[in-house]
Every structure is written in C-alpha cells, then in structure tokens.
C-alpha cells in the first residue's frame, strides 16, 4: 500500500484559554477545554478529567474519592501516584464504532474491550453503574466482555494482564501504597486505564470540591480547522511541511498522536510518534476512511 504522506500531529490542549481557566477552576482540569475549538470535541476522542486538590492528595492515607459528575452522572475518579485523581471518558457510540474498525488488537483505535455497566463491584473493585458501560485494557480472565458494537453484558472473572488499549498510551500510574486501597478506591490494576462511556450532546463536568467547579464542552462537529503549507512553491523533490489545526485528530489525551494520510486512506498510528512502523505494513493498518 502506497502512504503518501506521513503527518504527525501532537497537539496540546487548552494553549490559549478564553479565561483564566486555572483560577476559575483551581482543582479541575479537562482535556478537551480550548478556547481555539470553541470548548469542542467530537468523535471517539477520549477526554481526561484531572482534580488536582491538595486536600485528597495525600497518598499514604484514605482520602475519599473526590464528588465529579457528567451531565450530573457519576464520574469515577481513580487516584494515581502523585495524588492527583484521574478519569477518562468518551462517547459510548463513537468509542464502540471506532474499536469495531481494529484490525489487529492493541493496533488502531483499539479501546481494549467493553463491560456493561451492570458489572458487579468484585470484578474490578469499582461499580461503574452511571455509566453506559465502559473499557478496560484486556479481556483476559474476563466473560461477557464485547469488542467493537457487539453487545456488551456485565463483565465477571478475575482480570488478567496484558494491554490491548491504543487510545490512552501514557496514564499515570495508579497509588498502589500499601496503606491505601489501590487508588484509594480499590480499582483492580488490571482495569487502568479505564474509560467510561456515556451518551451526550452538550457535556458539563461538575466537581463538588466545597464550590462547585464546572466545565462545559459541546460534543458537536470541530470549527477553525485550519491546513496551511510552510511555503507557497515548492521545487522539484522538496519535502512539503504541512499543519493540520484540528482538534478531533487529539485522539489520545495523554501522548502524541500519529495521522497518516494519503490521497484516499487516512491511518491512525500507522507510525508510532517517533517515526516508526507501528500498524504499517501489518494487519493492523486499517484504512479510517469508509
């Protein structure tokens, strides 16, 4: 197969915020909050949620998991191991469309496999039951998971290693101090990272941390996606650089993501960030565009 063009995109959310989003919001983050795409995000974009409060940070003793909601649904928080507490959501249609393209697991936009939300708490540690289910890193040791849209019932067994997750490379460590519970909430390691699923059109995250600090995202189609070319003519056998401003390609909310695109084939992680063949030249090189 012929890849034309080889773009690596690494975006970073949130650049030129349209206030002081940190003094708004001292203890709350979100991925997906730019001024520069309107406060939007689309597709199977994974969004991280951060509340970095220096009253639940303490790692080596019981703190309570911090009170955030979406659309004033749960939003499990999971404490890692520099005492921030971290979640990671996406919407349930997009996510199970987008893992049903994987070609090869743990290639692609692999999610990992999905649980449905009535999943009893021992088989993670967790009860996820405000969510519309949810995705773990692997099947293994699991019964009644689903890949991609296939029904997914309540997910039971012991888990087991392995990491077939390709759309949160880089989370932070979980607090595994021994004087806490795993992640002051007893989450299995096995689970992590775990992205929780729910359905939504406009979104307003909510942390009660005493006052309530909010963030509001439209999930709606991206404005001011931009292309622009580093010169106007080119000679023969030069190389083209070229920028693409769109923030839908910020699949992954932790690390660099990698695009490939040619003249009818767009590719994610064909190539890894630095250049290497990740899916390329395998089975797991999937063509996105239908």
Request: charged residues 15%; contains cysteine; proline residues 5%.
């Amino acid at each position: 197969m012929n890849l034309r063009y080889l773009c690596l995109i690494s975006l970073v959310v949130a650049i030129v915020p349209m206030y002081d989003a940190e003094a708004a919001n001292p203890n709350l983050s979100v991925s997906a909050e730019n001024d520069a795409f309107g406060n939007r995000f689309a597709g199977s974009m994974v969004v991280e949620v951060v509340v970095n409060d220096p009253r639940l940070s303490d790692v080596d003793s019981t703190k309570g998991e911090p009170d955030v909601t979406i659309n004033g649904q749960q939003l499990r928080m999971t404490q890692t191991s520099g005492g921030s507490w971290h979640a990671y959501f996406a919407h349930a249609g997009a996510a199970r469309a987008a893992d049903a393209t994987v070609g090869l697991a743990g290639e692609g936009l692999d999610f990992g496999v999905f649980c449905g939300r009535d999943t009893p708490e021992e088989t993670f540690g967790v009860s996820f039951t405000d969510t519309e289910g949810f995705a773990v890193p692997s099947s293994g040791g699991l019964s009644g998971f689903a890949d991609g849209t296939g029904q997914a019932d309540a997910c039971t067994g012991e888990p087991g290693g392995g990491n077939e997750n390709n759309v949160v490379r880089n989370a932070k460590s979980l607090n595994k101090n021994s004087a806490v519970p795993t992640g002051q909430t007893g989450l299995n390691p096995a689970a992590w990272p775990l992205i929780q699923l729910y359905t939504f059109n406009s979104v307003t995250i909510t942390y009660n941390g005493g006052s309530l600090q909010q963030v509001q995202l439209e999930y709606d189609e991206i404005p001011n996606i931009s292309l622009s070319t580093d010169r106007e003519t080119y000679p023969a056998g030069a190389e083209v650089f070229v920028t693409i401003s769109d923030m839908q390609l910020n699949q992954d909310p932790t690390d660099e993501d990698s695009w490939t695109f040619g003249t009818d084939s767009v590719f994610y992680r064909a190539y890894d960030d630095r250049g290497s063949a990740s899916a390329a030249g395998g089975p797991g090189l999937v063509n996105l565009l239908p």
